[in-house]
């Protein structure tokens, strides 16, 4: 099964890519806006209590422009929450430390580890750095990182930055479940050299997963938006790969969030949670997972 890198990632992961320079042009920057999003958005009622006071609201990372497309219902439920709950600061990154964890060992960069005609091609969409790093020294996650970028639709703000920066002007109070850290090496530990081949040799394949994808959560198909993440061809790793991949980027994350999520739930007060749609659907999905702690999730 193909490894899912780009559904998984557009799903779930933050906006990482924020901090790397791409320097060729988008290729998927046609409009993709078809019809004004549903929302992915939950009630959630703590249990002993009569009534829902939390929104749980799944994100997708590209493609949607929160301030412009959103429902006024949405907008109204942070403005009315107390506390917003996101999955990492992106504001916190410290560039500099991205880049030197980005660095790949002596041996192991992209310029040794990819095929001499794929980095031809990484070399002529990213050019010869890649942030502040020579390319044929990155770690090959980063710069699939950087490619993914390139596959983005432009000009559209990241929806859980979005969020936040409306957070902070509101001076609401704020929780982060991890630190980007975290989705750094949650990142990393699954995305080798074979990932980076897989994603500039299918680059139209993967441009019309993240469109089918960018589909199915305008329209407010939870299950086409797992289906999307499940789903790979049997081309490169193999079921395990998928799994572990499927592990370290959601399910893995989900169970490291709970203990916190569960801790804002149930303080006083009424949340807006936005996380990426993928770590909501699902049997290991977050909405799954608080129904399976007494929370009335609908």
């Known amino acids: 099964m193909r490894k899912q890198l780009v559904t998984i990632l557009f799903a779930s992961l933050l906006a990482l890519a924020g901090c790397v320079t791409a320097s060729a042009p988008n290729v998927a920057s046609e409009p ?16 002993g209590e009569p ?19 959103l429902p006024a219902e949405v907008w109204t439920a942070f403005r009315e929450a107390s506390c917003y709950v996101m999955e990492a600061d992106q504001d916190a990154i410290d560039v500099r430390e991205l880049m030197s964890v980005a660095k790949a060992p ?17 070399a002529q969409r990213l050019g010869q750095r890649v942030g502040t790093l020579p390319l044929a020294d990155t770690a090959p996650w980063f710069a699939a990182l950087a490619y993914l970028q390139t596959l983005a639709p432009k000009g559209v703000a990241a929806m859980d930055g979005v969020f936040l920066a409306e957070a902070r002007k509101a001076q609401k109070r704020i929780v982060f479940l991890e630190s980007w850290r975290d989705a750094v090496v949650a990142f990393a530990g699954v995305t080798g050299p074979e990932d980076l081949e897989d994603l500039v040799e299918s680059e139209t394949e ?6 089918d994808l960018i589909a ?6 939870s299950e086409a938006i797992e289906s999307a993440i499940r789903r790979g061809n049997a081309r490169v790793g193999g079921m395990d790969s998928a799994r572990a991949k499927q592990e370290a980027l959601l399910d893995g994350r989900n169970r490291k969030w709970m203990p916190g999520l569960l801790r804002e739930l149930r303080a006083g007060g009424n949340c807006f949670v936005a996380v990426g ?5 699902g049997s290991t999905g977050l909405i799954e997972m608080l129904r399976a702690q007494g929370f009335g999730v609908k």
């Open 32 to 47: 993709l806006a078809v019809t004004k999003p549903r929302p992915l958005a939950y009630t959630v009622t703590v249990p």
């Open 206 to 211: 993967n441009v019309q997963e993240l469109k």
């Open 277 to 281: 749609a993928g770590h909501l659907v």
């Open 216 to 221: 199915a959560y305008r329209a407010g198909d």
């Open 106 to 122: 002596p041996g192991k960069g992209v310029g040794v580890t990819v095929k001499p005609e794929i980095y031809a091609k990484i």
């Open 51 to 69: 009534r829902p006071r939390h929104l749980l609201f799944g994100t997708i990372h590209v493609g949607v422009d929160a301030r412009r497309e």
